[in-house]
């Protein structure tokens, strides 16, 4: 009870996280995203252009994207409890599934955009409406630029960056296609190019759906082989044999092992159990390991080496 007493001095729910310099980069992004919307609903109402209120939805979708990326990255800080003793780490991955699903969705939705005005041309209504995206294409720059260096080691801030890419890209199709609809009357660009910004969406989201969805499932690590680590315990001094072995991601960077380790019948149990951590951490960077330690006569009935 001495334990639990303790945990429950410690308050965790009373204290989040302190915001560190990534979560206020976030935040920033996220006021940034939302003044933008304000402002252009104003300026939608204002001048009639229903292109410029279109431009403020998918600007708030943005804005969403970064807020659930925002809040996954506080909620993944949290100290393992009695309720998650895994700790919160995966909310980040949960996240990244959520802002990746939506990305699909939206690119979908421009291919049907495209497709419908390669056989119905778009009108545009003057310079405004190119303008604006200009000017929604900075704020979509800024906002990429302050997630970028986060979105180089997690998938969830790679979510959230990509949406914002998307949305940049976006704004260009309608800078490039509205000036040339209006210099040129060349309409067939605008569903081009929102055409080829689907594509590229989709290749990018797929590329970071896949693996995702792999941690979730409980996937062993694409870096690690599974047979290379088999091999290295077998090798190592009372070990007999290994089996029930299961290899996963606690998180995106926690990668653990557990597994039934039959002793040679040395009796040096404790030592070896040292010495197996020790590769495991050393050699293939698995810090967290579970060893059930076995004599050779109590071995289980059923051998198979990976699963249960």
């Known amino acids: 009870m001495a334990h639990d007493h303790h945990d429950h001095h410690h308050g965790h729910h009373h204290h989040p996280p302190d915001l560190d310099s990534g979560d206020k980069r976030v935040a920033a992004a996220v006021a940034v995203n939302i003044l933008l919307t ?50 919160y780490g995966r909310a980040e991955v949960v996240a990244a599934l959520i802002n990746y699903t939506t990305l699909i969705v939206v690119a979908f939705y421009l291919a049907a955009e495209g497709v419908q005005r390669l056989f119905n041309p778009q009108e545009v ?10 000017v929604a294409l900075v704020i979509d720059t800024i906002t990429a630029l302050l997630v970028m260096q986060l979105s180089k080691d997690s998938a969830n801030m790679r979510a959230a960056f990509l949406h914002n890419v998307a ?18 009357d060349w309409r067939l660009v605008d569903p081009i190019v929102t055409l080829m910004i689907s594509g590229y969406i989709l290749w990018h989201s797929w590329q970071g759906i896949v693996p995702v969805i792999r941690i979730l ?17 077998r090798g190592l001094d009372g070990v007999d044999s290994v089996h029930h072995v299961h290899l996963w991601r606690m998180q995106e960077h926690e990668t653990a092992l557990e597994a039934h380790v ?17 590769h495991l951490r050393d050699r293939f960077g698995i810090a967290h390991s579970v060893l059930e330690l076995e004599e050779p006569g109590a071995v289980c009935a059923d051998l198979r080496v990976v699963g249960h």
């Open 38 to 87: 304000f402002a252009q609903i104003v300026a939608g109402v204002f001048s009639g252009s229903l292109a410029l209120i279109a431009d403020a939805i998918h600007n708030l979708s943005d804005a969403l994207s970064l807020v659930i990326a925002f809040v996954a990255r506080r909620i993944g800080k949290r100290p393992a409890d009695a309720s998650m003793t895994f700790g």
């Open 125 to 134: 209504e003057g310079w405004i409406v190119v303008i604006v995206a200009g």
């Open 167 to 184: 949305d940049a890209l976006g704004s260009v199709a309608v800078i490039v296609g509205g000036s040339l609809i209006l210099l040129y």
């Open 217 to 233: 499932m409980l996937g062993s690590p694409e870096d690690t082989d599974l047979d290379e680590v088999l091999e290295a315990l």
């Open 262 to 278: 039959v002793l040679d019948g040395s009796g040096r149990a404790e030592q070896v159990k040292q010495v197996v951590k020790g």
